[in-house]
């Protein structure tokens, strides 16, 4: 009886031992298992949804850009956090940061310069500030970026963005620009211009009401970031980036923009 016994026991620890090593091993593996690094790891981006408050910016019947552009921004943030960015909105509502009593050029300045140093006092990395576009002629379509003239860096991430919104299926293959708005020569960090699309055309009127091409958007944007930061030496120019007939094309379109009437827009669009 007492061998018997003894047999049973041995039986038992044994089977003991096969069930538990394994799950005794299980964490020591993991533990081992390094966690993956995520591209945008210690990167402060800074997004900036253009307009808001009082100031819509291009309109069309009930499309409003201020809005257009906050859907579009917050989506991009979400994205951005996903790769490991800290993303810092200029601002997450319809507003914008002028005073009571203030109007036109003065009211675009000091709102402006508030989300400027939004953007300094966090120390962000790169500067993103989403827009739509719209002109008189309808027939203009595509996602373009722009950058400050004289910022290398600056036409660097344009150029990077770009590339990625040119692989959209369908998408007009705009090319990166230069521009003098406040926002870009202001701040003292690589910053992007990011036109999104044009309400003034009905195609891509359509897309700009579609949650699902903010979806696309966003994802392009972000791929041009995490090539910006990561693989730089993968942004090539291959006559995407400005040349001089493109930049006079651009500051006649812009002029242009400031007569657009009241249908497409409420006022002369300020950067």
């Known amino acids: ?26 964490p020591a593996t993991n533990a081992n298992q390094a966690k993956p690094v995520k591209p945008l790891n210690s990167k402060t981006i800074a997004i900036d949804p253009g ?16 809005d257009i552009n906050l859907k579009i921004a917050r989506k991009l943030a979400r994205r ?30 000091y709102d402006f310069d508030q989300r400027i140093k939004i953007i300094q006092a966090n120390n962000a990395d790169i500067v993103l500030t989403i827009h739509v576009n719209s002109m ?32 959209i299926p369908s998408m007009t293959k705009r090319i990166a620009k230069v521009s ?12 992007v211009l990011v036109e999104v699309g044009y309400l003034s055309n009905k195609h891509e009127r359509e897309l700009l009401k579609d ?16 090539q910006y930061f990561n693989s730089p030496e993968k942004i090539t120019n291959n006559g995407i980036v400005q040349d001089t007939t493109a930049a006079v094309e651009y500051v006649i379109r812009a002029m242009g923009n400031i007569f657009l009437n009241k249908e497409y827009q409420g006022e002369s669009k300020q950067y």
């Open 1 to 26: 009886m007492r061998t018997f016994r003894i047999k049973n026991i041995l039986v038992i620890m044994m089977v003991f031992t096969l069930v538990m090593t394994p799950r005794a091993l299980a």
């Open 51 to 66: 307009h808001g408050g009082y100031d819509p910016g291009a309109i069309y019947g009930n499309l409003y850009e201020k």
């Open 80 to 109: 951005l956090e996903q790769k490991g960015a800290r993303v810092i909105l200029t601002r997450n509502g319809d507003y914008n940061y002028a005073l009571v009593g203030m109007h036109g050029r003065d009211a675009k300045r």
């Open 136 to 167: 008189r002629k309808s027939s203009y379509e595509g996602a373009e970026t722009f950058y400050y003239p004289k910022s290398s860096a600056g036409k660097t991430l344009a150029l990077s963005i770009q590339q990625e919104l040119r692989t």
């Open 180 to 191: 003098n708005c406040y926002m870009l020569r202001r701040t003292n960090v690589p910053a």
């Open 211 to 226: 949650p699902d091409y903010h979806d696309l958007l966003t994802q392009k944007i972000t791929a041009g970031v995490i």
